[in-house]
């Protein structure tokens, strides 16, 4: 009978033994993942600064975020009263929308990367629309990005606005054709001497 006891006694000791061994583990790996996430900084990577748009169409706003983890995403419309003072009006939090306005939406996008596109669409846009708007990434240290919308009048001819945007694209089809075209001219001509200097070497030989 006691040497049940005992027996009973070592298996409990084990099992503790074990159960602990496991929860310890488990919680390493908690911390080391954290640490992890924690070790790698969100920041916001977007580069443009300024959309221009027409009356009545849609100007997008792109947000790009790296390594958002486990941060929150702000978007607002901002005034500037004047060099301290602004006025902020929530449009988002994340994907919940905090404004009745039908004319703001929201688009989610993940990369595999780490990296997020939270991409804010003001459709039918009023020269009213024109101005300030930020996105915030929400952290210890918050990061943000000032995006200003710049609205057009339509032209009288639709088509001159279209134009406008094919002319700029083929001025930049231009532009990219000369630096092509300079740069195999410069390749012809280190190759052309190249092929000069080898002839005078064998001559020489």
Request: net charge neutral.
């Given at each position: 009978?006691?040497?049940?006891?005992?027996?009973?006694?070592?298996v409990?000791?084990?099992?503790?033994?074990?159960l602990?061994g496991l929860l310890?583990?488990i919680?390493m790996?908690l911390l080391?993942?954290?640490?992890?996430?924690?070790?790698?900084?969100?920041?916001?990577i977007?580069?443009?600064?300024?959309i221009?748009?027409?009356i009545?169409?849609?100007?997008?706003l792109?947000?790009?975020?790296?390594?958002?983890?486990?941060h929150?995403?702000?978007?607002?419309?901002?005034?500037?009263?004047?060099?301290?003072q602004k006025?902020?009006?929530?449009?988002?939090?994340?994907?919940?929308?905090?404004?009745?306005s039908?004319?703001?939406?929201?688009?989610?996008?993940?990369?595999r990367?780490?990296?997020?596109?939270w991409?804010?669409?003001?459709?039918?846009?009023?020269?009213?629309?024109?101005g300030?708007?930020?996105?915030?990434?929400?952290a210890?240290?918050p990061i943000s990005?000032?995006?200003h919308?710049?609205v057009?009048e339509n032209?009288r001819n639709?088509?001159?606005?279209l134009?406008s945007?094919?002319?700029?694209?083929?001025?930049?089809?231009?532009?990219?054709?000369?630096e092509?075209?300079?740069?195999?001219?410069?390749?012809?001509?280190?190759?052309?001497l190249?092929i000069?200097?080898?002839?005078?070497?064998?001559?020489?030989?």
């Amino acid at each position: 009978m006691e040497c049940k006891q005992q027996t009973a006694t070592a298996v409990a000791a084990v099992r503790q033994s074990a159960l602990a061994g496991l929860l310890f583990s488990i919680v390493m790996v908690l911390l080391i993942v954290d640490g992890t996430l924690a070790s790698t900084e969100a920041e916001i990577i977007s580069t443009q600064d300024e959309i221009i748009t027409y009356i009545n169409h849609t100007a997008k706003l792109s947000c790009i975020i790296q390594n958002k983890n486990r941060h929150h995403i702000t978007w607002s419309r901002i005034t500037f009263i004047n060099e301290t003072q602004k006025i902020t009006n929530l449009l988002f939090v994340d994907l919940l929308k905090y404004t009745p306005s039908s004319q703001y939406h929201l688009t989610h996008m993940i990369e595999r990367d780490n990296r997020e596109y939270w991409n804010l669409e003001i459709r039918n846009v009023h020269l009213s629309d024109q101005g300030y708007y930020s996105c915030v990434l929400t952290a210890i240290k918050p990061i943000s990005k000032i995006f200003h919308v710049k609205v057009l009048e339509n032209t009288r001819n639709p088509l001159l606005a279209l134009r406008s945007t094919s002319d700029a694209y083929t001025n930049n089809l231009q532009r990219r054709s000369k630096e092509e075209i300079f740069s195999s001219l410069s390749l012809l001509s280190s190759s052309i001497l190249t092929i000069f200097l080898m002839n005078i070497i064998l001559i020489i030989i």
